[in-house]
């Protein structure tokens, strides 16, 4: 069937994530809303990825895959997606995570539709682990003014969740390279001074906590680039000393107890 031009990007870069990719992929295959194009960016991956994705794009005319010989990195990856990106909006979505509402996508198109001020809305989320099994959720803010109050304390947005217009973000120049491993974190900011930001409260992500993710094994480098992020836009949002007060707490804590220990105590404290 052809759908025409795509009216939203989802991109998807991999590295290794053989054993995911099918939920990954099938559950954009799923989305009620058609006007889609899927582009999966493999960055050297020396697993069966790239393999896996190359049928699906045989089988699907929406699916588009494009291969890097050597691993060039995330932001680097996203910024290439960037470059290829055709749809009106940018969606994005790991392949460890998921999206888990059929709907997800009609109702993120049709709210950016009705809110022509708004440059990025994401979801909430469920929270799985490697097996696929629901350990949790996160519920994020909704409002413009909800999401400022809190944006300098914790990122309020799941990165697999969202959905941007890409003009705006082609305007800000993508993603940071001087900020790996809060990259999105950095994006959601900046756009921040130039639109309005929104959620919605449906659970229609599914975020994968891996052994070897991001978050846990550059979790002291991640905090100390959030702690400068909070000094580079405190007159831009909020509460930045209390932020930045937050974020040297946590650092600490990271660097006495280490970072699995910290995530224990992380689960039982206002922490983020």
Request: hydrophobic share 45%.
């Amino acid at each position: 069937m052809f759908y025409g031009t795509p009216n939203v990007t989802i991109l998807m870069p991999v590295y290794n994530v053989a054993r995911f990719l099918d939920v990954a992929v099938e559950s954009v295959q799923k989305q009620t809303y058609v006007f889609w194009e899927l582009l999966i960016i493999d960055d050297g991956s020396a697993d069966s990825t790239l393999a896996i994705a190359l049928e699906y794009e045989k089988k699907e005319s929406r699916i588009r895959v494009l291969r890097h010989l050597h691993n060039l990195g995330l932001v680097a990856t996203l910024n290439h997606g960037l470059q290829e990106t055709r749809g009106e909006f940018l969606a994005r979505l790991d392949g460890d995570d998921a999206w888990c509402e059929d709907t997800k996508l009609a109702h993120q198109v049709a709210f950016m539709e009705t809110n022509p001020l708004c440059g990025l809305v994401g979801t909430s989320a469920r929270v799985i682990n490697e097996a696929g099994q629901n350990v949790g959720a996160i519920h994020m803010p909704v409002s413009n003014a909800d999401i400022r109050r809190q944006l300098l304390f914790r990122n309020t947005f799941v990165h697999s969740s969202v959905l941007m217009r890409t003009a705006l973000v082609r305007k800000l120049n993508g993603y940071n390279e001087n900020m790996r491993h809060v990259e999105d974190y950095d994006l959601w900011l900046r756009l921040g001074g130039i639109a309005e930001l929104a959620n919605l409260p449906e659970l229609s992500t599914m975020y994968r906590v891996t052994n070897s993710g991001v978050t846990l094994t550059h979790n002291r480098e991640q905090v100390l680039r959030c702690r400068k992020l909070a000094v580079l836009y405190k007159r831009k949002y909020p509460f930045w000393l209390f932020a930045w007060t937050k974020w040297s707490l946590q650092l600490f804590l990271v660097t006495l107890v280490g970072v699995r220990i910290f995530r224990k105590i992380k689960s039982l404290l206002w922490l983020n």
